[in-house]
């Protein structure tokens, strides 16, 4: 299967506590959902798309994607939602998933190209997104909600969870991961919205043109 027609899963499950919780990727972001600037920007790098998330997922029909849920009671991370879609890519028959985040609306055209280039390159089975600023003020960091992951370990992946692993590097080091570097100037593709001041940052990034 070649890294285009990987299938994608949006990692939605988050508490979104700092945004008064609810669903932040529902929040309007020039004139639709934050979630549809997520799903323009994996279409046209993945295979088939769904969406995890718990709940009613009723709340998401309009988007048009299939919903899925953790299968590991309790909001154990993100790393739940890597293992219901790794479920749900296994369904499909595919080898490999790719994740992303369902609040970060400007990530990279070519995440899934370069992350399958660094996982060739390397030889590891995981490989995982970068940037300078890493979400953090300075440094460079990776972004564990962005990746590649072989469907061939989510028996693992359950198993660590079942045992109380939720730390998602402490799992992706453990079996080896290649890093992407998204190092271009210019602001942070992987600039999340958690607050709601966050969300003023990425009205005004659409706004000028910076996304």
Do not use: C
Not at 85 to 96: I, K
Not at 109 to 115: E, F
Not at 160 to 186: C, E, I, N
């Amino acid at each position: 299967m070649s890294a285009a027609r990987y299938p994608g899963v949006i990692l939605a499950g988050g508490l979104a506590t700092r945004m008064g919780g609810g669903d932040k990727s529902l929040h309007d972001l020039g004139g639709k959902p934050i979630l549809a600037h997520v799903i323009d920007r994996l279409r046209p790098q993945a295979g088939p798309i769904a969406l995890n998330a718990n709940g009613d997922p009723a709340r998401f029909a309009d988007l048009g994607l299939p919903v899925i849920a953790d299968s590991i009671e309790g909001f154990a991370g993100p790393l739940a939602g890597v293992l219901a879609g790794l479920d749900w890519a296994a369904e499909l028959g595919a080898d490999t998933l790719v994740s992303v985040a369902a609040d970060t609306p400007f990530f990279p055209t070519d995440l899934v190209a370069r992350l399958d280039a660094a996982r060739t390159e390397t030889g590891h089975p995981i490989a995982m997104a970068a940037s300078p600023d890493g979400g953090r003020k300075s440094g460079l960091g990776r972004h564990p909600t962005f990746g590649l992951w072989p469907v061939g370990l989510r028996d693992d992946l359950r198993a660590a969870l079942t045992d109380g692993l939720r730390k998602v590097v402490l799992w992706t080091d453990r079996h080896g991961t290649a890093t992407a570097l998204f190092d271009a100037p210019g602001p942070d593709p992987f600039f999340n919205v958690n607050t709601p001041e966050d969300l003023e940052l990425a009205r005004a990034r659409l706004t000028e043109g910076t996304a």
